[in-house]
């Protein structure tokens, strides 16, 4: 076999015996281990490793995979999935729902080792559908979306507003923590990676058919209205938008708030959710209507 093809799979099945279930390379080291395979296959090299073992064809020494390698973002994320639904009520079709985005092979083979794909959760007669941007490190370890610090910031706006996590929807855009070399840390999403997970907040917006839809953060606005460069969270939100057939919301993400602990700051997302308070239907309370004023 060709020397780096076999140095590659050694370091393959070392590296899935030790639990790793995802690799991460550069756009320069896939040209380069497409042009070994090209040449490879174009000399007659037998695809064997110089112990003698298929590459395509795994010994019994090494156990195949239950999930997939993790292919790196540059070499492109699959088309969005085709998503298809049995018939019955809204909540056996949200189960149904659930149970496909928790089984996706691709989001499973992003997801790093004793982590989770992550669904929406609340209730499907939600008049208000809270949307994020992608799961951090406590929402991947637990499965739920917003249950670290901002998501208990997001709980407690919730309260204030007279309503429980129960009584509303919440999820996100992405199924995914979008995969990392480090543990540290969390980075946006791609806009490839925003649309491959697009079908399943769609069809969970569909079953839930909320009144409006409060966007959090600029990347959950870029994933439902499209990425624009130029647009400013600090400036778009508070400003009803339209997507698909229900009333947008933009605010700033939980998060803002944590980092920026300032009383205009949280007048401003208070002010947004008076709005969709109002939008919905419900009664706001004077006190309500001073909160986080000076």
């Known amino acids: 076999m060709n020397e780096a093809l076999s140095v590659v799979y050694r370091e393959l099945v070392r590296r899935h015996e030790s639990g790793e279930r995802t690799l991460f390379l550069s756009l320069d080291s896939m040209a380069y281990l497409t042009e070994q395979a090209e040449l490879a296959g174009a000399t007659g090299v037998s695809a064997r490793t110089n112990a003698g073992e298929s590459v395509n064809e795994p010994t019994d020494r090494?156990?195949?995979?239950?999930?997939?390698?993790?292919?790196?973002?540059?070499?492109?994320?699959?088309?969005?999935?085709?998503?298809?639904?049995?018939?019955?009520?809204?909540?056996?079709?949200?189960?149904?729902?659930?149970?496909?985005?928790?089984?996706?092979?691709?989001?499973l083979s992003q997801v790093k080792k004793?982590?989770?794909?992550?669904?929406?959760?609340?209730?499907?007669?939600?008049?208000?559908?809270?949307?994020?941007?992608?799961?951090?490190?406590?929402?991947?370890?637990?499965?739920?979306?917003?249950?670290?610090?901002?998501?208990?910031?997001?709980?407690?706006?919730?309260n204030a507003m007279g309503l429980s996590r129960e009584e509303v929807y919440i999820a996100n855009i992405m199924t995914y923590r979008p995969p990392m070399e480090s543990e540290v840390g969390n980075r946006a999403?791609?806009?490839?990676?925003?649309?491959?997970?697009?079908?399943?907040?769609?069809?969970?917006?569909?079953?839930?058919?909320?009144?409006?839809v409060v966007a959090l953060g600029r990347t959950a606005v870029d994933g439902l209205l499209g990425v624009d460069r130029k647009r400013k969270i600090t400036h778009f939100r508070g400003n009803w938008q339209r997507f698909e057939k229900w009333d947008l919301m933009p605010t700033f993400?939980?998060?803002?708030?944590?980092?920026?602990?300032?009383?205009?700051?949280?007048?401003?997302?208070?002010?947004?959710?008076?709005?969709?308070?109002?939008?919905?239907?419900?009664?706001?309370?004077?006190?309500?209507?001073?909160?986080?004023?000076?």
């Open 114 to 158: 004793k982590k989770k794909v992550v669904f929406g959760t609340g209730s499907v007669e939600a008049r208000i559908f809270f949307c994020g941007e992608a799961p951090g490190a406590e929402e991947e370890t637990e499965g739920v979306p917003f249950v670290g610090p901002a998501g208990q910031l997001l709980t407690r706006i919730i």
């Open 62 to 107: 090494v156990e195949k995979p239950t999930r997939s390698v993790g292919l790196p973002v540059e070499m492109g994320v699959p088309a969005p999935p085709k998503l298809h639904l049995e018939e019955g009520d809204r909540l056996s079709q949200l189960d149904q729902l659930r149970q496909i985005a928790l089984n996706d092979p691709w989001c």
């Open 253 to 294: 993400h939980p998060s803002y708030l944590l980092r920026n602990d300032g009383l205009a700051v949280k007048r401003q997302v208070w002010e947004d959710m008076l709005a969709v308070m109002e939008r919905v239907g419900m009664v706001v309370s004077d006190k309500q209507r001073g909160f986080f004023l000076k």
């Open 189 to 212: 999403p791609t806009e490839e990676e925003m649309r491959y997970c697009l079908p399943y907040l769609l069809a969970q917006l569909e079953l839930v058919d909320p009144l409006v």
